[in-house]
Each structure stands twice: as C-alpha cells, then as structure tokens.
C-alpha cells in the first residue's frame, strides 16, 4: 500500500506539482519528499528532475548562443522541494541520512523560497561570472523584496557540445538567490529580477501556486 | 570490480588539471567578432616590467618559455594570446586574477601581490604594449585591453612562429601546399616485416607492438657495466614523450613542434625540423615519427600530419587533418605500411569527436576514415542514446598492425564530457576500446570496450600488443582504469583481467563527503603500455599508483533534469608510486610486480638478454632482471622519463636511448629539459 501511495505521489510530481507552495513542512510533508528523492534516484541516468520547477531555459541547453547570455537556467525551490533534492543526493553518494537530517541540509526555513541561476561564464576563461550578477528583486503582490542571501558556488568546468564554431568549453556555476516570503504573499504572483554576467536582464514570471 | 556503467557521478578534474584545460583552451578559443572595444592598454612602467622579466624567468619561463611562446604551458605572447585577451572583452583582471590566483602552478598564489602586478606588466611589454611613466595597480584592472597600435607588437618568437590563422577548409582533412619526393626509399615494407635486429623502426619498434628486441649484448650479467654512451640536449623545454625510431644507425625523436635526426652511436645531430603552427594548440606534446618509403610521418599539435624527408628533414607533404580551434591535435606517432599512413586525432577532452585515417603516404592525401564515435545508421551508435555530437575518443598513441591480416588496432580513449556521464547515457561505443579495422578498407572487423560508459577518464591509451603463443592468437591491452586485459584474437572473448595497481572503492559511486578512490584519474598504464617477449612468454607492464579524493561537485542543468559531475583532488604526488609487473601472456597469471618509486609512464622494453629497460619520474634509467624484476642497473638522467625507451645496434655494438626530461609542471611536478641519453656496455662490441 505504501508504495501504492508513493507511485501515485510520483506520478502526480512527474504531471507536475499542481500544488500551492507549502511554506513550513509538517512530518508527513517531509517524509513524502524525502522519499521521493530516493525512489528517485534509483535511475541514476535520469538525472534529478527540475522541469516542474523551472522558470526559464534556454531552448538548447547544452548550445551556447550569445544571444542567451550566461544563464542557462532558472528554477525555483522551495522546502519540499529541497528536502526531496537532499535526499536525492544522499542517495547517490551512499551516504545515508534521515528525512529530517534531509529537511535540515535542504536550508530553506519556513516560508522561504530560493531562486537557483544555472549560469556559466562568458568565455572558456572565465571563472569569475558569478560576481557579475546582480542582486536579485522579487515582486510579488505589488510588493518588492531583497534576498535575505545572495550565495554562489563554486565554478567547475563543463562542455556545452552543440555550440557551434567553437569547442563549447566553460566554467558552470550557481547563483542562489533566497528570499522570505511575507505570509500573506505565499500564493500571489510576480517577476523575478535580476541582470547576469552578460549585462543581459531577467524579468521572470513567478507563481507560487504552481510550486509545491 | 562492476561495470563502470554503474558508477554514474565521478570526477571532474584536479584542480590544477582545471586550470590547465581552462587556460589553454581560453587561448584556442577566439572571441566573438562583436567584442566592444573600449579602451587601450593599461598603464604601467619600464621598472615593472623589468622586475617582471626576473619573476617571469624565475617563475614561469619553463613552462611558458623563454620568449612566451608557449612550452607546457600556453603562449603568453602573440597573434593567439592578443585574440583571446585583447578583443576588447575582457578587463585586464581577468588575466591577472588567473597570474595570481593559479600561478605559478605548483604554488598558486605564492608570489606578493607586487610580483604579480610586475609580471603581469611584463607580459603586456612583450606584447607591445608600450611602458608610461604611471604604474600598474590593481585599482586600473579593470580596463578591458584591445590590441596595441603594433598590432603583434614586440611579441616573443611565439608570436613570430605563430603565423596568420589560416581559414578553416570545409573538408578536411586536405593536403595544404606543393607534395614532394622523398630523396630515398628505405625502409620498405619487407624491411618494416622482417627487420634487421639492429633497427628500432617504429614507436614499440615493431608493427605488433611487442616492444621486443632480439638483441643480446647487454644481459643480466653485465647490465651493471652500463654507462653513458653519450647525450643529446635538443635545447627545449617540456613536454618530452618522444619514442625514438632507429635505422641504419640514424634516430628519430620529436618535440611538440620539432623533429630531430641523431647519428645514434654518437649522437651527433645531423639535421633539424622546426614547426610552426598555424592553429591554437590545445596540448603540446608529441610522441613521434613513422618511418618508411623516405619519408618520416608525424603529427602536430594543431591537427596535421607532415611527411618529412627522412635525409634531410624537410617537409613532403602537410596533411590539414583536423581544426585545433575544436581541440583537435595530433600526438601519437603515426604508423605506416602498404603505401599508407595511419593516424587519429586526439582531443576527446575537449568534446573532439575522434577518427581514425589512412592517407596515401606519397601524397597525403586521405584514403578512408574510421568514425570512433559512431552516429547515424553507423554500428554502434544507439550506444549514445541522447546523441554524441561531441562523444571524444581520443588516439593518445599508436596504432599497431596485424600485417599478415590486413588488421589495425586502435586503442580509442575516453568520452566526453569526461565526467558528467548523465549528459551521454548508454555503453558510449567506441570510446574506452581497441577497435580491429581492415587496413586497406577502414571497416570495423571486431572490437573490445573496456569501460562502457566511462565517468572516471578511464582511457583505454596505450597501443594493444598482438602476438602469438603456443597456437593461440592473443590481444593484449591495458588502461587507466589499473588493468590488463588479454584477449583471443580469434573468439574475441577476454581470456583474464589483472590488475596492474591499486584499486579502492573503484567501484562505488563518487562520495557527496569525499573518499578516496583508486586508481585517480592519472592512474593505471598512461600511454606507454604493455611489452611482451615472446620467447618467454612474459608480458610487462608499467603502471601508476595514484589516488584521488573524489566528491560530488559539478552540477548541470540539462533539458529539465540536474546531473552530477564530480571533483578530484590528488593525492600529493611526492605519494604517488608506480609498478612494474609481469604476468603470463597466455593465461594473465602475474609473475612478479615491483613497486616503484614514482609513477611509471616510460615505456618498458624486454630483450633477448633478459633484461628490461625502462625509466622513471625521478629520472632514473633503470636496467631490471626480466626474470625477477630486480635493479641491475640504474642512472639518474636529471630529467623525467615519460617517453620511449629503445635499444638498437650500430657497428656491432647494442645501445639504449633514452628520452629524459618529460617536464611537467603542471601535472607530474617533474622537471628537466629534453634529452636524448645512449648507453651501452662498453667492449662488448660483436659479441
């Protein structure tokens, strides 16, 4: 039975989260994310799957164009999302951990949502791209916020194979940007904001009734 | 140890090797045509720059040369080096926050920030840049640079070598320029298939890739009487993996750019071919000539093949095979037979797709074409079951040929990305093989992959070795991945797998905490591999002992979906060791195995004598028992041997030449500069 329920809890995330934003996890929420990042990443070619929770990609992610600038994308996370994501990850890495050690390493406390810039840099010799971006805005509501943390990994270098006229190497890495969520915002709608190492800016539709 | 297709996230590349592939391949990639230009050079004084030139020559001439025209380590002057960085894109910063960040590469970030802004001036002097009366500061970096009014300005010999990029010919590979006559014909194919004891003819001296010499003068006896017969130095410094090609008493040894012609008993230079490229050079390095029909074959490190006149070293024909500029270039040594020449790109590392060639080896021009990534309707291709437009496999090293068959080996490395195994699912064919082509048409006979679906960088490098023993016919090959691999040549089937060193958690998923795996991405047999004397029924193999921390890293987005590559950290390399084993090369029973001081990337060479030649990273030349591995003999060169190690006869008198001072900086931390050492037993001379 419990499979049963955990299948069809798949299936309805694989549809799509036509769920509202959960702003705080109760045991339950948790466990359920939890166990789904590990059914997960039993198909280790898969991937981790973020299409439900992307605002923006470009059309070809593995093609640079310089009309694209530095981002190759843009997703959202929210706590339940993260959870499922941690555990997604311990899973991989044999490295075993609780839904609650998952909860706690996902870092996003009740009624934050974080916005993750997949970005790389403007040339194969450029690791510092992510000092160029921006600081974010989020408005939602009429009402404009400021991330409460702005953080950026690390860069590593990666390969974008279908670029044209050139060997398509680049240094990849993340912005992160987290915001909290006033309560009486947590359903509204709004736009992301933010300029990348490019110069180029991002007006992003955001709406957190799509995201659980 | 499980297949590695169950091993999904792995590493992406120590942090140096990062640094390495990032910088070269900024300078192999030109800037948009559109790049802004928005001020001229930054300000800086005649002083800085003078007290630039003492850090640069302390510092960084090794690597980069003393004129900056690039050795181990990428061009720091000239027409590729302006490309990259003065198109009016990039605030000067940039170059130094890699100067000073990543430099020198053995102690990053060890110099005081007043020797980076020097050296960081220098530069911009030897690229014309002219010196004002106001210094360089940090607080001025941020000007974007465009090129100076002299355009390549007092650029170093880097600069004058580089000449004009040439435009890219739609169908490469074509042959560029006038084709020429060789003055002689020598060897033949009769004298390449039944050759003279004396003679060292190809990369592993021989087309099966035994390595194994007839010649008995040197022994277990007297091994310990060896001494310096006499030394070459070719004057240049770094990458040195050449291995020599004897004949008649001449030796043929290559640089990344240049081929050299050796009196081989005395080693008097008898003549000198310089190269200069025309293309970005994703990695210097060279590991030598085919000899035949008067002509010596080599590539080049931005994607040719030359034929040279073997008499006098000048070019015959100049084969564009493939553009750099996608990270092609050509390192192996190419082999030649039956009026052809084959050869294969590497540069899987940078999403190259890689080929194997024949060319007409009169006129250059290509006879057929092997596809070592497969696409289309080709055999092979729903192993890339989300495409392999940039899939690598590399040809690091040469080819070996069944003559009697008409069947070329290839040993294909790595896919691409290296790491990121998500971005390729599926086996990945015909990286990580030996693939058995049909010399005269191209097409596939047979293959072996080692590695389905690689995500460690676990090439299958080095040459296969084929023999026959006791009425069996056998394969033989080793990898990175720390094993040996014998198979029947006739079943295909794998007849054992023995490991050549360490192995740890090989077989597990990379850590998201970090562990330490062995082999580490530098382990296992580079590209010099396994020997076999055949008289015994020995086969020896050299290996190395590294490990690497691995820990889940790079993360990617891709069509709706994260994948995971990884990130390698080293073990010091002053922990780094290698062996040197024998196994059975009928059934892969090992016989003995000797642990290394360092890590062992020279070729290893057995001899009727009984004796086996190789070399090490701390530059010690080394005779050992073939029987039982013991030392006999052993010479510090002063260099790393990293490359071919040969023995031959002239006038009666057995030698062995040794290629010392394979520096590199960047990876091995060895030293030295190119070097071309002889030695031999001295009174033993027709016995």
């Known amino acids: ?212 | 140890m499980r297949p590695a297709s169950s091993r999904q996230f792995a590493p992406l590349a120590l942090t140096g090797g990062v640094a390495i592939v990032a910088l070269s391949v900024a300078l192999a990639v030109p800037p948009p045509e559109s790049a802004a230009k928005t001020a001229t050079g930054p300000a800086f004084t005649s002083a800085q720059a003078d007290q630039g030139q003492q850090v640069y020559v302390g510092q960084c001439q090794s690597c980069h040369g003393a004129n900056l025209q690039g050795v181990s380590g990428p061009a720091l002057a000239g027409g590729g080096f302006l490309t990259k960085w003065a198109g009016g894109q990039h605030p000067l910063g940039d170059l130094y926050s890699i100067i000073s960040k990543q430099m020198p590469l053995t102690a990053p970030g060890s110099l005081s920030e007043k020797q980076y802004l020097d050296v960081t001036a220098y530069i911009l002097s030897k690229n014309g840049y002219q010196a004002s009366t106001q210094a360089l500061t940090k607080a001025v970096l941020g000007v974007k640079l465009v090129k100076p009014a002299t355009a390549q300005g007092a650029a170093g010999q880097g600069a004058q070598d580089q000449q004009a990029a040439q435009p890219v010919p739609a169908d490469l590979p074509k042959v560029i320029g006038a084709v020429k006559s060789a003055s002689g014909q020598t060897p033949s194919d009769a004298d390449l298939l039944k050759m003279d004891d004396n003679n060292w003819l190809t990369y592993n001296r021989d087309y099966m890739g035994q390595r194994y010499s007839p010649l008995d003068q040197i022994t277990v006896d007297n091994a310990a009487k060896l001494q310096v017969k006499c030394v070459f130095q070719l004057g240049e410094v770094g990458s040195f993996q050449t291995g020599p090609v004897i004949y008649q008493g001449r030796m043929y040894v290559t640089t990344p750019r240049n081929t050299y012609a050796l009196k081989a008993d005395t080693c008097t230079k008898l003549w000198e071919s310089d190269y200069s490229p025309t293309g970005p050079e994703p990695q210097p390095a060279n590991r030598g000539v085919a000899l035949y029909d008067g002509k010596l074959f080599r590539g080049t490190t931005d994607g040719h093949l030359l034929a040279l006149d073997a008499a006098t070293g000048k070019v015959l024909w100049n084969n564009w095979v493939a553009d750099s500029a996608k990270g092609y270039f050509l390192s192996l040594a190419p082999i030649a037979a039956g009026g052809m020449v084959f050869a294969g790109e590497a540069g899987a590392d940078w999403g190259a797709n890689g080929h194997i060639y024949a060319f007409d080896a009169n006129t250059g021009k290509r006879i057929w074409t092997f596809n070592a990534i497969p696409t289309g309707k080709e055999p092979g291709a729903d192993t890339w079951k989300s495409g392999a437009q940039n899939g690598g496999g590399s040809m690091w090293t040469t080819l070996t040929l069944d003559p009697a068959n008409h069947l070329l080996y290839a040993s294909v490395g790595n896919p691409a990305p290296d790491f990121n195994g998500g971005l390729r699912p599926g086996d990945n064919l015909y990286t990580d093989s030996v693939v058995v082509l049909d010399s005269r048409s191209g097409k596939m006979a047979w293959y072996a992959q080692q590695v389905p679906h690689d995500t460690h960088d676990w090439d299958t490098a080095a040459s296969p070795v084929v023999y026959n023993l006791n009425g069996n016919k056998y394969m033989a090959v080793a990898n990175k991945g720390g094993w040996l691999y014998i198979y029947d040549r006739v079943t295909h089937k794998l007849v054992s797998k023995q490991q050549t060193t360490t192995h740890l958690n090989s077989d597990k998923p990379v850590s998201l905490t970090g562990r330490r795996d062995c082999p580490g991405i530098l382990g296992g047999v580079e590209w010099n591999g396994p020997a076999l004397d055949p008289l015994k029924g020995t086969l020896f193999v050299n290996s190395v002992d590294w490990c690497a921390t691995y820990k889940i890293g790079e993360t990617r987005y891709v069509e709706g979906s994260l994948f995971f590559g990884g990130d390698a950290t080293f073990d010091p390399v002053k922990d780094a060791r290698g062996w040197t084993r024998a196994y059975n090369a009928a059934t892969g029973e090992p016989l003995w195995s000797k642990k290394m001081a360092t890590p062992m990337i020279a070729g290893v060479t057995p001899t009727a004598g009984g004796v086996l030649f190789t070399g090490d990273q701390n530059g010690d030349f080394m005779a050992l028992n073939a029987a039982s591995g013991d030392t006999l003999y052993k010479f510090r060169t002063g260099g790393a041997i990293g490359g071919g190690v040969a023995t031959y006869g002239v006038d009666g008198q057995q030698y062995v030449a040794v290629a010392s001072g394979n520096a590199s900086r960047s990876i091995w931390s060895t030293t030295g500069s190119a070097t071309i050492f002889v030695f031999s037993v001295p009174g033993q001379t027709g016995k």
Do not use: W
């Not at chain 1, 240094?171 to 110069?199: C, H, M, Q």
């Open chain 1, 1 to 212: 039975m419990r499979s049963l329920l955990l299948s069809a809890c798949l299936a309805l995330m694989a549809a799509g989260p036509a769920l509202a934003y959960i702003p705080t996890l109760n045991a339950q929420q948790i466990q359920n994310a939890y166990a789904e990042g590990q059914q997960l990443a039993q198909n280790r070619d898969s991937g981790y799957p973020l299409r439900a929770y992307t605002l923006y990609a470009v059309k070809d992610t593995l093609k640079l164009e310089a009309q694209n600038g530095a981002v190759d994308a843009v997703t959202i996370a929210t706590p339940s999302e993260r959870t499922r994501f941690e555990s997604f990850l311990s899973f991989l890495g044999e490295d075993p951990i609780t839904p609650q050690q998952a909860f706690q390493r996902a870092g996003l406390p009740p009624y934050n949502v974080a916005f993750i810039v997949f970005a790389h840099g403007m040339d194969a010799g450029d690791q510092t791209f992510l000092n160029r971006f921006s600081m974010a805005r989020l408005k939602l509501g009429g009402q404009s916020l400021r991330p409460v943390e702005t953080s950026k990994s690390g860069t590593s270098i990666s390969q974008y194979p279908r670029t044209v006229g050139e060997t398509g190497i680049r240094f990849g890495g993340t912005v992160t940007y987290r915001f909290e969520l006033p309560k009486r915002l947590i359903g509204d709608t709004g736009t992301l904001n933010f300029t990348d190492a490019s110069g180029k800016a991002y007006d992003l539709p955001v709406n957190l009734a799509l995201y659980r």
